[in-house]
């Protein structure tokens, strides 16, 4: 049994789980491994195989995890020749024999890049209301705790959950750094959703109190969730695994985002002139 910590742009992939007809993480990775003769042409997945979670459409990753059963050979170096240039593997470990990815993770971590100027900045042209800090932080820490959470996420089991919310300030931007055990559907982009609800004002904090309620909410008090492409998934803890970056993969993996974080910008900038220019 070996580990892998992959990482991922997901903005093209219907999210990480497997899906009929759309283009998923997992599907990268499984051709990958076909390509490689570690997986059989007929077979359904690798023995032994399971991930650390199921990101959603859009949603990015530092540290997803894999586990599964493999040839000594297999490196993230060898695995990231099949697999596309926007998920790469980029560290291994070993792991012993029935070690499950999904099940014997005790810490996920979610960092949200939430869009927010300030509340007491200058008005800004961009289409979004200014967030209080204080507010947004008080938000963070009610939602924080051991709650039902069948509000706020579209499973209906296994909705008590204990996340750990906490805000920085970064530029015109809130850092929101999301920790728990496990998390429900939606549920990481729907808290970071209404703190910025109440951080902007647009609703109070009596609207997390009925959120956190046994009742349902009616659906016109909803909670949508945040968009997904500001969210990363960005750790996962195994006590008992050692994590051992491969330096040719990880490298590949940094120029490679490096690369993609200066489209993003050049694109940005496009759109700003055009946003500008319209009269």
């Not at 979670?53 to 949603?59: I, K, L």
């Not at 014997?104 to 200014?130: C, F, I, K, M, Q």
């Amino acid at each position: 049994m070996r580990a892998f910590r992959i990482a991922y742009d997901g903005t093209d992939y219907y999210g990480f789980q497997r899906q009929p007809d759309v283009p998923t993480v997992e599907d990268a990775i499984f051709d990958a491994l076909r390509a490689l003769s570690v997986l059989e042409p007929s077979s359904r997945k690798p023995e032994g195989y399971a991930a650390a979670g199921r990101t959603d459409a859009g949603v990015s990753a530092l540290a997803q995890t894999i586990a599964l059963e493999t040839p000594d050979w297999l490196t993230p170096r060898a695995l990231n020749g099949e697999l596309p240039a926007d998920v790469r593997a980029w560290a291994a470990a070993e792991a012993p024999d029935g070690f499950h990815a999904t099940h014997e993770a005790t810490r996920r971590e979610y960092v949200y890049h939430l869009y927010a100027p300030p509340a007491s900045g200058a008005a800004s042209d961009w289409p979004s209301t200014p967030v209080d800090d204080d507010r947004f932080a008080d938000a963070c820490a009610a939602l924080s705790g051991t709650h039902d959470f069948h509000n706020l996420t579209p499973d209906d089991r296994n909705t008590e959950r204990s996340p750990t919310l906490e805000s920085t300030r970064d530029g015109e931007f809130l850092v929101v750094t999301v920790v728990a055990d496990g998390f429900a559907r939606e549920l990481v982009r729907r808290l970071v959703s209404l703190a910025r609800l109440v951080g902007a004002d647009e609703a109070s904090f009596e609207a997390i109190d009925r959120a956190l309620a046994s009742d349902p909410l009616p659906g016109h008090e909803g909670i949508p969730p945040a968009p997904p492409e500001p969210l990363v998934l960005t750790a996962v803890d195994y006590p008992n695994l050692e994590f051992e970056t491969d330096p040719q993969a990880a490298e590949s993996a940094r120029a490679i985002f490096r690369q993609r974080a200066l489209e993003r910008r050049s694109g940005a900038r496009v759109a700003g002139q055009i946003a500008d220019g319209v009269r």
